[in-house]
């Protein structure tokens, strides 16, 4: 079972910057899509940023110019460096992964609170 395990999470002032980190219990090369997502309260889940195995990248426009989401395939590790942060991006923050058979993996979230 593939596990995904986020960390990075915390308070931080608007205009503020946090880098989240999952890491994965397999090489990042069995799946074809990683990426984050957060779900505020009363908000549904949304995609915040994503890649494919071939390198495309896709943020959601709410954060294009502020966050970037990168890999480490040595430590099994997706990273989101979140800049400029606002209230908006209050949420819990998930990893998840896809495999090339479609399994769908979710971490278990990750706060981000950004309030003054």
């Known amino acids: 079972q593939v596990q995904l395990v986020e960390s990075g999470g915390g308070l931080v002032q608007p205009g503020g910057s946090l880098r989240l980190s999952c890491v994965a219990s397999e090489s990042l090369f069995r799946f074809i899509n990683m990426g984050w997502y957060r779900q505020a309260p009363g908000k549904p889940r949304e995609l915040v940023a994503d890649?494919?195995?071939?390198?495309?990248?896709n943020y959601a426009d709410s954060v294009k110019g502020r966050f970037t989401v990168s890999r480490d395939n040595a430590k099994n590790t997706v990273y989101l460096q979140m800049n400029s942060l606002k209230p908006d991006d209050t949420a819990v923050y998930y990893c998840n992964a896809q495999s090339s058979t479609m399994e769908i993996y979710w971490g278990q979230g990750t706060q981000v609170t950004v309030s003054s």
């Open positions: 890649f494919r195995r071939w390198g495309s990248t």
